[in-house]
């Protein structure tokens, strides 16, 4: 798996930006997690300094794995929905180089990073057929596996949904954001999910991210697919782990997935 049994996980988000240090091997968190808000507006160079502010805060040198929610092709950012749009065209990896100081960073999908975590570690491990994870948080994140290998870059939170991307109205951040009652918002959940099981015949869905904190007040108005939902086992902490797995692989990571350099 890895040489290196222990990683910094950096998780960068639309409202916050969380790291730890992760032994690999457990996926286990080994130090304390530490959060910074994400500055507004989030561009570039603010958010990489508070990274660096973390790994300070940490006292980490060494290799580093970092989710990031948006895509990125050969380690630039096509496409950061969440995030300030100056973000498209940056190489992130040359950037997290420059200013944490360490040349052994990886970079991949945040929804990606929780995905492969929970695959490892938690409600989708030893799982077969199709699993798709869905972070619910200020947008939607997707990471979609087949027998365990995962299909890279998904962004079926941009699904359309009455006219709109369906994060406008399912993710979490549309809950708060609209003052919806748990009812409502679940009304909206299960007509995506309802969406997504005609489309990709999903045989297991992950609800994972900070909206899935309190998933007992909308889990039983969920009604379309049933028994086919579970929650992330390790809540909001997947992203991190999975990010600092990948920061911690010893091989070249290349193509679509970013890159370990």
């Not at 087949?146 to 998904?154: A, I, R």
């Amino acid at each position: 798996m890895a040489e290196t049994q222990q990683a910094l996980g950096l998780d960068i988000g639309g409202t916050g930006i969380k790291a730890a240090v992760v032994d690999v091997g457990r996926g286990e968190l080994v130090s304390e997690r530490v959060r910074i808000k994400t500055p507004q507006p989030s561009v570039p160079e603010e958010v990489l300094k508070i990274c660096a502010r973390l790994q300070k805060k940490l006292k980490w040198q060494g290799p580093v794995g970092c989710g990031f929610p948006g895509l990125i092709k050969d380690n630039v950012v096509t496409d950061a929905p969440n995030l300030d749009q100056s973000w498209v065209g940056h190489d992130i990896v040359q950037g997290l180089r420059s200013h944490l100081q360490q040349e052994r960073i990886a970079v991949l999908n945040d929804a990606d990073a929780a995905g492969v975590a929970e695959m490892t570690f938690g409600a989708g491990k030893g799982r077969k057929g199709t699993v798709v994870l869905i972070t619910l948080g200020t947008g939607i994140g997707t990471a979609v596996f087949y027998d365990g290998v995962l299909l890279p870059f998904t962004e079926l939170g941009h699904l359309e949904m009455y006219g709109k991307d369906a994060e406008l109205s399912a993710s979490e951040g549309a809950r708060i954001r609209d003052g919806l009652s748990w009812k409502k918002w679940a009304a909206h959940l299960d007509h995506y999910l309802s969406r997504l099981q005609y489309l990709l015949g999903v045989d297991l869905f992950i609800l994972g991210g900070g909206g899935s904190k309190k998933a007992h007040k909308f889990l039983p108005h969920l009604k379309t697919v049933g028994s086919k939902v579970m929650t992330a086992e390790m809540g909001n902490l997947a992203g991190i782990v999975g990010a600092a797995m990948r920061g911690a692989e010893s091989a070249v990571v290349r193509g679509a997935t970013g890159g370990l350099l």
